[in-house]
């Protein structure tokens, strides 16, 4: 079985090349396709599940919330991938992928060298996918960070048994059911 996963941009993708291999069952492959934002990952999605020719792979779509509705949001990938293929999944990062990596704020310590799990102490961190602007919030206190090598950082020390972001978790826990079917 394969999984090939389309997300928005590179900075996922790192992410992805790195906690893949440490959620997915051994005898499953993935292969991801970067876009170039979101209006490129719209326009492929048909064209990709339409013209697709490898039997047995299923889709994961991976899309930033923003300040979208979660639920227009999804219903409107839905829409896109309703071309004839039922075997994708659509998973919606609330708000951008860096609310992820405040989920593991472990995982943000080891990849810059600093504490930062005191911050699992304030209420603005308890709940990361309710952080209004996690990039931003990140470059207040890792002035360092950048999207794509921050995402291969960070993905290295990633676990997904501790991560605290509800999205990250509907996530993992989607892809794992998708690879059971």
């Avoid at 005898?27 to 047995?56: C, M, T």
Wanted: hydrophobic residues 35%; aromatic residues 8%; charged residues 25%.
């Amino acid at each position: 079985m394969r999984l090939v996963f389309m997300v928005e941009e590179r900075s996922m993708e790192e992410l992805l090349k790195e906690i893949l291999p440490k959620i997915l069952p051994e005898d499953v492959e993935f292969l991801i396709i970067p876009h170039n934002g979101k209006s490129d990952l719209a326009a492929s999605i048909q064209k990709k599940l339409r013209a697709w020719n490898y039997p047995g792979d299923k889709f994961v779509i991976v899309h930033d919330q923003d300040s979208n509705d979660c639920i227009l949001l999804k219903s409107k990938l839905s829409e896109l991938c309703g071309c004839g293929r039922n075997e994708f999944l659509i998973r919606i990062v609330c708000r951008e992928l860096e609310a992820w990596y405040f989920g593991d704020l472990n995982a943000l310590s080891l990849a810059y060298g600093k504490n930062l799990k005191t911050l699992s102490g304030k209420r603005k961190y308890r709940e990361p996918d309710g952080i209004g602007n996690p990039k931003q919030e990140i470059y207040k206190l890792l002035p360092m960070y950048q999207q794509i090598s921050g995402a291969k950082q960070i993905g290295q020390y990633m676990n997904s048994e501790s991560n605290t972001s509800h999205s990250f978790n509907v996530f993992v826990e989607g892809v794992k059911r998708l690879c059971a079917t």
